[in-house]
């Protein structure tokens, strides 16, 4: 088969939905397709083909200008059209089977492109973005209960923090964002098949969302090279800290970080904490860090091996998240490594970890210092626990499993595919 995939982002400055991209296109070629790469880059011109572990790239420059909404608006309603143009041609002259876009930005165009084309088109939901403008369904940092629904109400609510002072004049935007909200909905209800990538995502999907009650939702996960991770893991050196917990993610409010350094005090944890990542609440971790008692690192934003690196050496892992996870990439990696895990119990994380199982879930801050403070009394029990969670990583997890899931549904969907008067194709 040869795939067309349109993703928002690919290796090697990516995040996890890049990375997970490239773990799929890796197993299609593997398994013998030809998978055809497609990213537009925002706020850059075209450039020229670029390769990637023997995968060829191609880019499609997208004018974005810095300023917010306005920037929302050049990277959707105006890249819809001209990319879609362009991945029907990519369609046509490839002679394409499948087109499969892989988030928020490809999505709408993909589904256009693929319909004038006559293809099969499968649309991947790695986060809220059908359901919350913002994504994350989180309409304040300090919120205990999450977004009930995009409505005009709740929209005014959740731009005040994100607007700060000057929130009242970002409220005339509103009819842009729900009308923007509407028109993703509507494209993504014209897919073929949506893979959500966790039972939490595919249930929102029909909660929230109306206009996909007829579209097929298969629950697929994200795919991870086990024995590529552990092999980088494996290459990097271990740091001379002795023991120490870890923090793997973006800086960010919906991560829950702002609870991070609390857990640890919490747990009284005497070990180094090492957090790696970057983001817009750096500057107040650091600031909250140096009024504590504890040995803090901040490596800042890191290529994967060496972030993969600091995972795999570490003694635990803590993982504050505040928003609903739609299936953390950190988390499987974790899993693969075989790292303990001491987690909060939010959006599809219990698709990875089984409390008491394969980890320990937490659903509130004292919960998840109690968890880290049981690891580290009782190292055979962390042991356990981290060697369930490698067995169930590479049962449920391991990229040629989930490539195979993911390549009979395209199977299914081009036989289903109708066929023009006299049989051809």
């Not at 959707?76 to 041609?89: C, G, S």
Request: hydrophobic share 45%; aromatic share 6%.
């Amino acid at each position: 088969m040869r795939i067309l995939i349109a993703t928002d982002s690919f290796p090697p400055g990516c995040g996890g939905s890049g990375w997970s991209t490239y773990e799929l296109a890796r197993g299609l070629r593997t398994r013998g397709h030809d998978p055809i790469i497609v990213q537009p880059r925002i706020g850059s011109s075209a450039r020229p083909d670029r390769e990637h572990d023997g995968l060829r790239v191609r880019e499609f420059g997208a004018a974005s200008p810095d300023v917010p909404f306005v920037r929302n608006y050049f990277k959707n309603e105006r890249l819809w059209p001209r990319l879609a143009a362009w991945l029907v041609r990519i369609a046509r002259d490839e002679g394409v089977d499948l087109v499969h876009a892989q988030h928020v930005l490809t999505c709408p165009p993909a589904v256009a492109a693929a319909t004038e084309a006559g293809v099969p088109v499968v649309c991947t939901v790695r986060d809220y973005w059908p359901v919350c403008y913002w994504s994350d369904l989180i309409h304040d940092d300090e919120a205990e209960h999450l977004c009930p629904g995009c409505s005009r109400a709740m929209m005014s609510r959740c731009i005040r923090p994100r607007a700060g002072a000057a929130w009242p004049l970002a409220l005339p935007l509103i009819p842009y964002m729900a009308a923007n909200l509407r028109r993703k909905r509507r494209w993504l209800a014209r897919s073929s098949a949506i893979i959500a990538v966790s039972s939490t995502i595919a249930a929102d999907l029909r909660k929230r969302a109306p206009e996909l009650a007829h579209v097929r939702i298969d629950t697929i996960p994200n795919p991870v090279e086990i024995a590529a991770i552990r092999a980088a893991a494996r290459a990097r050196p271990a740091p001379r800290l002795g023991p120490y917990a870890v923090y793997v993610g973006k800086l960010a409010p919906n991560k829950g970080v702002s609870k991070l350094l609390e857990a640890v005090e919490r747990a009284d944890l005497r070990w180094p904490l090492v957090i790696v990542g970057d983001g817009p609440q750096r500057e107040r971790l650091q600031a909250a860090a140096r009024t504590l008692a504890r040995e803090v690192h901040f490596t800042g934003w890191l290529p994967r091996d060496e972030a993969l690196g600091w995972l795999a050496h570490a003694a635990l892992l803590v993982f504050p998240s505040h928003g609903p996870e739609s299936l953390s990439r950190v988390l499987l990696e974790a899993s693969a490594i075989g790292v303990p895990i001491a987690a909060m119990d939010t959006g599809g994380t219990r698709d990875i970890i089984t409390d008491g199982v394969t980890g320990l879930l937490s659903t509130t801050t004292e919960g998840l210092a109690a968890s880290v403070a049981r690891l580290v009394a009782d190292p055979q029990e962390a042991s356990r626990l981290a060697s369930a969670a490698r067995a169930r990583a590479e049962d449920a997890f391991d990229a040629p499993r989930v490539v195979e899931r993911i390549e009979s549904l395209y199977r299914e969907l081009i036989a289903a595919r109708p066929r023009p008067p006299g049989g051809e194709s």
